[in-house]
């Protein structure tokens, strides 16, 4: 008797739950910890501006987020997944075999920088083949003099995003890759597998372990704390994060290109990458004002060149009218 008032109050209780989650009218996102604090910036604006409940924005990584969108359909899910790093194939394949159409919608541009505080001068030129030099596992410098005697007789300390955020993917393909591929490894191992270009890039994407790259899993303050603990150190920061601690810090050029906004935008500036976040579509016509939001989300006002992201550090797209008219035929 006993077992079965508990199995029909645990009903019960799933059927409020179920209800619960029907009935919410709030637009629920989560993902990249770089796009957070535009998409708080949004979620705040439309708040005040619409009669829709202001949006939950969440972190926890690109990855992350990307996976609770796609975990299927069904609003004790999430609706918009925030990333920094641009969706594989084969996970758009699987997510969309789960939860129907996705739909990809760029917000703008971000460059990482390689940065150190203001009293370390030596670094305000380096590139992609200094920097693998310096971090590759196969590394035994211990001073960046060792990797190039143009740069400074301090020790090797880098600090870098961990693997579970976007930021890493750019780091690895932009910087890792191109200056494997700049010293001849990449060929190499590509020759020694066969030709297997998947084996090559995982071999030069590889870092040290020896304490001279320091893996982040948290956001740029826990970078900035860790230059403060490590002062002759160098850390990997989005350009707006630099821009807001420039009391602090300078970021070096790469490939004498110097990071800011306008290189960022014309592709100049190597190591950039476009932000964006992903579309649940099956969500759109289910949940209250989430048409709206999308919508103002890329509204001229908001991520245009003179909105507030643009205020924050985000680069605005030079197709952001194209976006625009992409966004409104969701639904």
């Known amino acids: 008797m006993s077992f079965v008032k508990a199995t029909v109050a645990a009903i019960a209780v799933a059927a409020v739950s179920a209800t619960t989650a029907a009935a919410r009218d709030q637009v629920h996102i989560a993902g990249s910890s770089r796009v957070l604090p535009y998409a708080s910036i949004v979620a705040e604006a ?7 409940p202001t949006p939950i924005v969440e972190g926890g990584g690109s990855g992350a987020g990307r996976k609770r969108m796609c975990e299927g359909v069904g609003l004790n899910t999430i609706d918009i997944a925030n990333s920094s790093s641009l969706m594989k194939e084969e996970q758009w394949t699987t997510c969309e075999a789960t939860v129907g159409k996705v ?3 760029r917000i703008g541009y971000d460059g990482i920088t390689f940065s150190t505080r203001l009293e370390n001068t030596g670094f305000e030129d380096l590139t992609p083949e200094q920097i693998y030099l310096a971090l590759s596992d196969k590394s035994e410098a211990a001073t960046w003099a060792d990797v190039d005697a143009s740069l400074p007789a301090l020790a090797i300390k880098a600090f870098i995003p961990g693997t579970k955020h976007g930021t890493r993917e750019v780091f690895e393909t932009k910087v890792m890759l191109a ?3 700049a010293v001849g490894t990449y060929d190499e191992v590509f020759a020694a597998n066969g030709g297997d270009k998947k084996a090559a890039e995982k071999e030069c994407f590889k870092v040290r372990t020896d304490g001279a790259s320091v893996d982040i899993d948290g956001d740029y303050t826990e970078t900035l704390a860790s230059l403060d603990a490590n002062p002759e150190g160098i850390g990997v920061f989005g350009l707006s994060f630099l821009l807001n601690n420039t009391d602090k810090l300078y970021a070096a050029n790469i490939n004498g290109v110097e990071p800011s906004t306008e290189t960022i935008a014309s592709g100049e500036y190597p190591v950039s990458r476009p932000l ?7 969500h759109v016509s289910q ?4 048409k709206e939001y999308l919508e103002f989300f890329v509204s001229d006002e908001i991520a245009g060149p003179d909105g507030p992201l643009a205020e924050y ?8 009218e194209a976006t625009q008219e992409m966004v409104a035929e969701i639904n």
Request: with cysteine; hydrophobic share 40%.
């Open 46 to 52: 439309f708040g005040e501006n619409f009669d829709f």
């Open 103 to 105: 739909t990809e919608v």
């Open 179 to 181: 200056g494997c591929k």
């Open 276 to 282: 964006q976040f992903y579309v649940k579509n099956a």
């Open 287 to 290: 949940v209250p004002g989430m």
């Open 313 to 320: 550090g985000l680069v605005s797209d030079p197709e952001l």
